[in-house]
């Protein structure tokens, strides 16, 4: 359904994919209704990109590339920059540093970090949040945020620490079904040659240390072999670029490794979560 609010969110890169998409068609000479015949789309939805009545998805960019690309790449262009504007704003400055970051270590709580979410767990978590968010805006954050699991297949092969803390396993979202598949997802995840989960446990502190008492975590060792941290808090962000910052954090990073069960016995946590271990 179109809505009014579509069209005051819109951002700079959706709005110049409106314009343009309109721009070609019409020197094509084609109506929306045909120009949606030849992309898989009805003349509405057509009608309702050009207006900003509803966000332009991933997929209809695919289409306009090609049917009205003419072979420039303008619209596939346009697909990072328009899933940048899907990304919550204090998440944007961070987005690109993350994918082209050779290295990531990450201390992740309350909830499984965005990168290791199933689609259907990331739904649940977004959909449930306050203030409640619309449909067409769950889609889009569900959308920008499984894109960002490009990073996994990138060459050169980047390297992928995670630490879970063991609330963030617990913490149950949707349905018993959708944390079944979550923790399978991250245990094919702990398959790859490049990613390493750990899990932190919840009695850790009784042993009088808990290096991850102070939450999420994100140390990146940027394309530029620089090391930069990240921090989010209620929809709130901090990029940390000061050497001497970034140096403690990397050193509590260490530290919440140090105290974490090593990679065998955090998959068998994970195993048992999913019924699948003894």
């Known amino acids: 359904m179109a809505r009014a609010e579509n069209k005051e969110s819109a951002g700079p890169a959706a709005r110049m994919v409106a314009g343009l998409a309109k721009k070609m068609r019409l020197r094509k000479g084609l109506t929306q209704e045909q120009l949606g015949a030849q992309m898989g789309y009805t003349g509405a939805a057509i009608s309702a990109m050009e207006t900003l009545s509803q966000p332009v998805s991933d997929d209809m960019l695919v289409q306009l590339e090609r049917v009205l690309g003419e072979g420039t790449g303008v619209f596939e262009a346009m697909r990072e920059l328009v899933r940048l504007e899907r990304l919550p704003e204090q998440f944007r400055e961070y987005a690109p540093i993350e994918q082209k970051a050779l290295g990531l270590q990450l201390y ?100 009088g240390e808990n290096a991850g008492a102070r939450g999420e975590l994100n140390v990146v060792e940027t394309d530029e072999h620089t090391r930069l941290v990240y921090l989010e808090v209620q929809d709130e962000s901090v990029l940390v670029s000061d050497p001497a910052k970034v140096s403690t954090y990397a050193q509590r990073y260490a530290k919440i490794r140090a105290q974490a069960l090593d990679p065998r016995y955090s998959l068998g946590l994970i195993e048992r979560l999913a019924g699948e271990g003894t």
């Open 108 to 207: 992740a709580t309350p909830n499984v970090h965005g990168l290791f979410q199933t689609e259907a767990y990331a739904r649940a978590q977004m959909a449930g949040g306050y203030p409640t968010p619309t449909e067409d805006r769950v889609q889009e954050l569900v959308t920008a945020r499984i894109a960002r699991k490009a990073i996994f297949d990138k060459e050169p092969m980047r390297l992928i620490e995670l630490i879970l803390d063991e609330s963030a396993l617990l913490r149950k979202f949707g349905s018993e079904a959708i944390m079944r598949e979550q923790y399978r997802h991250l245990i094919d995840c702990a398959q790859r040659k490049n990613v390493t989960i750990q899990v932190l446990r919840l009695d850790v502190g009784l042993s």
